[in-house]
């Protein structure tokens, strides 16, 4: 069953979103060399608290109040005190919040320092891939002109696009129906995009295979090649005649 929203839950939504969008902007001066990934992600719960929320991965079982992937991490990387943020790095931090009862959803990928030619294309591809998903979310169509916005452009750079995740409806609950794939041929059913829908939109784009493997910590993901990957991500909700961009100052 797909969750159409009220405005006065868009509303509630956007608030959440919005608090989440100004701890990633943050996140941007914050972010050096030598930093681990726990002091990351303590910084990040820090944040939420402090706004009256609660991080919201820990509700799906998650063992930390954000994700945070470094190069060939794709997503769900846990924070460690040994993960230590180098020069040239790719870090994701995914982030959600629960504030009020509403659920927020979004990722930044920042490149840390000197960061290589190869690596900053990835980035500008796959922050490309979310414009144009965003721009194919509207009123009328479906999810496969998501699918085809994203894959299409990666495509042509002959980069791999994540089949095994995708985005997803959220709001009320972290993870909501539908699924929305970033590979056209995943798209069961292809529903047409609503007005009162909220979808974390959030194309995975590796440099190499597309092929992804779990750690042995069971949340981790990473690229079956090594070769690094980007994410980027936006809780967006879709009106009659636009689509607005919750997860964005």
């Not at 820990?58 to 060939?72: L, M």
């Not at 005190?81 to 990722?107: A, E, F, P």
């Not at 070769?227 to 607005?244: G, I, R």
Request: aromatic content about 6%; glycine content about 8%; hydrophobic content about 40%.
């Amino acid at each position: 069953m797909i969750l159409l929203k009220t405005p006065e839950q868009i509303d509630g939504i956007r608030k959440s979103c919005r608090e989440i969008a100004r701890l990633l902007v943050e996140l941007k001066d914050i972010i050096k060399p030598g930093m681990s990934t726990k002091q990351i992600d303590t910084y990040c719960e820090t944040f939420i608290k402090k706004v009256g929320g609660r991080p919201a991965w820990p509700t799906e079982g998650f063992p930390a109040a954000s994700c945070i992937s470094v190069n060939e991490e794709v997503i769900h990387g846990v924070p460690s005190k040994t993960k230590i943020i180098k020069d040239g790095d790719l870090v994701s931090v995914d982030l959600g919040m629960i504030l009020d009862g509403y659920v927020s959803d979004s990722t930044v990928t920042f490149p840390i320092g000197t960061v290589s030619k190869e690596k900053l294309t990835l980035l500008e591809v796959t922050t490309e891939c979310l414009n144009r998903a965003i721009a194919a979310c509207v009123a009328g169509n479906r999810l496969s002109d998501i699918a085809h916005a994203v894959y299409d452009y990666a495509h042509s750079y002959n980069y791999g696009v994540v089949y095994d995740f995708c985005g997803h409806g959220v709001g009320l609950k972290v993870h909501e129906n539908p699924s929305v794939f970033n590979v056209p041929h995943m798209q069961g059913g292809n529903i047409r995009i609503k007005p009162g829908m909220v979808l974390a939109l959030e194309p995975m784009i590796n440099l190499g295979t597309p092929n992804v493997s779990i750690k042995k910590d069971g949340w981790t993901v990473v690229t079956d090649d090594g070769l690094p990957s980007c994410h980027m991500e936006h809780t967006v909700a879709v009106f009659e005649d636009h689509t607005e961009v919750l997860t964005s100052l």
